[in-house]
């Protein structure tokens, strides 16, 4: 596609499930990124992908949020067992390298757990 | 980790008006990229300086990375209220994994 597609664009989910981001990257993008923004915040990485590899995973709040990215290409953002502290904006964005190339965002899945 | 720290956390200026951000960074920048999120919104990419001593320049908005490669400005001239939004200094980090962002910087243009 021509840009960076994520969904849903919102999702509003009860405490307790499991939620599943989807990202499909722009066509031919090695790189892939996770953020996460709070209102009023700039985006705060959580992880990363080269191709299916994932590079860095540091920023994951903790081991209810997972990220795959199997082919290289489209990633899933998994969080488990939602807590109302999960409730932001997901943000993913994707660049043609991992270096000295400019990160190009999707419009975000809004989460909100109630 | 690398910070990136912008000033002024806010700005509220008159139309027509110039006015500056800045970001600097606690090392040395390997690349210096310039977004702009309008509220709400997604991120839109502005510019990219990689050079020390680099100036690029679109439409109004000019940026440039200092000699050191540790400091960035991000300059509008004659603003107008489409430039409102938060602006965002990102980096690469040196080891070439992470992506990090500034502390952003919302800007209010008064018609």
């Known amino acids: 596609g021509a840009g960076v597609s994520q969904s849903p664009r919102y999702k509003v989910t009860k405490r307790g499930q499991d939620v599943a981001l989807r990202c499909d990257p722009i066509?031919?993008?090695?790189?892939l990124y996770w953020y996460r923004q709070a209102l009023g915040q700039g985006p705060e990485f959580l992880t990363y992908?080269?191709?299916?590899?994932?590079?860095?995973k540091s920023g994951l709040p903790n081991d209810r949020f997972s990220a795959e990215r199997p082919e290289g290409s489209i990633s899933t953002l998994t969080i488990q067992r939602t807590e109302q502290r999960d409730s932001a904006m997901y943000r993913c964005?994707?660049?043609?390298?991992?270096?000295?190339?400019?990160?190009?965002f999707g419009n975000g899945t809004r989460l909100t757990v109630t | 980790s690398q910070e990136l720290e912008q000033s002024p956390q806010s700005l509220i200026v008159q139309e027509g008006k110039n006015l500056t951000i800045n970001c600097t960074s606690s090392?040395?920048?390997?690349?210096l990229y310039w977004y702009k999120q309008k509220y709400g919104e997604g991120l839109i990419f502005l510019m990219m300086?990689?050079?020390?001593?680099e100036e690029k320049s679109h439409e109004k908005i000019t940026a440039k990375l200092d000699e050191k490669k540790q400091q960035s400005s991000l300059h509008i001239t004659a603003s107008q209220p489409s430039h409102a939004g938060i602006y965002l200094c990102?980096?690469?980090?040196?080891?070439?994994?992470?992506?990090?962002f500034g502390t952003g910087t919302s800007l209010t243009v008064i018609p």
């Open positions: 990102g980096a690469d980090s040196n080891a070439g994994n992470q992506f990090y």
């Open positions: 300086l990689q050079k020390g001593g």
């Open positions: 090392k040395t920048l390997y690349g």
């Open positions: 066509s031919g993008h090695v790189s």
């Open positions: 964005a994707s660049s043609f390298s991992n270096y000295n190339s400019p990160l190009h």
């Open positions: 992908f080269n191709y299916e590899a994932q590079q860095d």
